[in-house]
Nanobody
Framework: EVQLVESGGGLVQAGGSLRLSCAAS?????????IAWFRQAPGKEREGVAS????????HYANSVKGRFTISSDNAKNMVTLQMNNLKPQDTAVYYC???????????????????WGQGTQVTVSS
């Protein structure tokens, strides 16, 4: 059974940083999975933030976070991390970790391409 558990959310002032972690179990990162972070703000649709290939580390970012967020994976630990710098109030949302396969179908972060989802972690950025 695939499980994804997020951690690291919280409250931060604008311009600050947070690191989110996603611990994955039930599959190996050597397989061709896409693992992504999505976010959903109140009253808005869920949107993709960043995705990474578990097999070769290729990554993709939403334009709104390029240059501020970095996604990385630790294959030995089956963990994906999202480092978020220079946070803005508009980054406030519940952040979800998701996994799907293969990478070629998941890199562009369509929610329908992801079969597995974590419970989410709240990120709040105050102005």
């Amino acid at each position: 059974e695939v499980q994804l558990v997020e951690s690291g959310g919280g409250l931060v002032q604008a311009g600050g940083s947070l690191r989110l972690s996603c611990a994955a179990s039930g599959f190996t990162f050597d397989d061709d999975y896409g693992i992504a972070w999505f976010r959903q703000a109140p009253g808005k649709e869920r949107e993709g933030v960043a995705s990474i290939s578990s097999s070769d580390g290729s990554s993709h970012y939403a334009n709104s976070v390029k240059g501020r967020f970095t996604i990385s994976s630790d294959n030995a630990k089956n963990m994906v991390t999202l480092q978020m710098n220079n946070l803005k109030p508009q980054d406030t949302a519940v952040y979800y970790c998701a996994a799907g396969e293969p990478w070629v179908n998941t890199w562009f972060m369509d929610t329908h391409a992801y079969a597995y989802w974590g419970q989410g972690t709240q990120v709040t950025v105050s102005s």
